[in-house]
């Protein structure tokens, strides 16, 4: 059972352009909401992360944006350059057990020069 | 400080031989996860510490699987008798407290099982 539903898989964009990759889940038990960046050959690092009591956050050019209504959020990064292109993922945080993460199956981003 | 580290980077072993895989977590963090990355998928939860006790052992696929903590800080994970499906990316992550929200993974585990 997938419980955070990422989409696209992948994703080419254009240096300046905008990129968003969405997250969908259906457990209410989530009270943390982060995303991750990983190069390849690397572990994911935290890029931003939003708590559900908030509907936007900046840093930056990224930002999230997050519907709890329609149990989605996700990821908008601005002016995209090169050194962009790595693996999102979005992920969910259980409140109710271990606070163990919950992933997404990633998008691949690639901005062309 | 030193970020998660995790040891070996590489791993390569024979269907049916037994791994051993270690996490070095950051200094003073509690909590303690393990993760899998099968190629080219998201990351599947394991395995938790809090200090040395493993109140969510989950996420283990099988009784091959194991773990454990000591002295609050360094973990192992074991694979007995490994499958060529156990070929994956295992990924440590630890947390200055679990109810702390972030959590910082180490450059992971490259296990391929022939």
């Known amino acids: 059972q997938q419980q955070v539903k990422q989409s696209p898989q992948s994703l080419i964009v254009q240096k300046g352009g905008i990129s968003i990759i969405n997250c969908a889940y259906e457990n209410t038990a989530f009270d943390y909401f982060p995303w991750y960046q990983q190069f390849p050959g690397k572990g994911p690092a935290l890029l931003i992360a939003i708590r559900p009591d908030v509907s936007e956050k900046k840093e930056g050019r990224f930002t999230i944006s997050f519907n709890k209504s329609a149990k989605q959020f996700s990821l908008h990064i601005m002016d995209s350059q090169p050194g962009d292109s790595a693996t999102y993922f979005c992920?969910?945080?259980?409140?109710?057990?271990?606070?163990?993460?919950?992933f997404g199956s990633g998008t691949r981003l690639l901005v062309r020069p | 400080g030193a970020g998660v580290s995790q040891s070996p980077s590489n791993k390569v072993t024979e269907k049916g031989k037994d791994v051993e895989l270690r996490c070095d977590p950051i200094s003073g963090h509690t909590a303690l996860y393990w993760y899998r990355q099968s190629l080219g998928q998201g990351l599947e939860f394991l395995i938790y510490?809090?200090?040395?006790?493993?109140?969510?052992k989950s996420g283990l696929p099988s009784d091959r699987f194991s773990a454990e903590r000591t002295g609050g800080s360094v973990s192992t994970l074991t694979i007995q008798r490994t499958q060529q499906e156990d070929s994956a990316v295992y990924l440590c992550?630890?947390?200055?407290?679990?109810?702390?929200?972030?959590?910082?993974f180490g450059p992971g585990t490259r296990l391929l099982v022939l």
């Open positions: 992550a630890s947390s200055l407290a679990p109810v702390q929200e972030t959590q910082y």
């Open positions: 992920a969910a945080r259980r409140m109710d057990s271990s606070y163990k993460l919950i």
């Open positions: 510490f809090q200090g040395n006790s493993a109140p969510d």
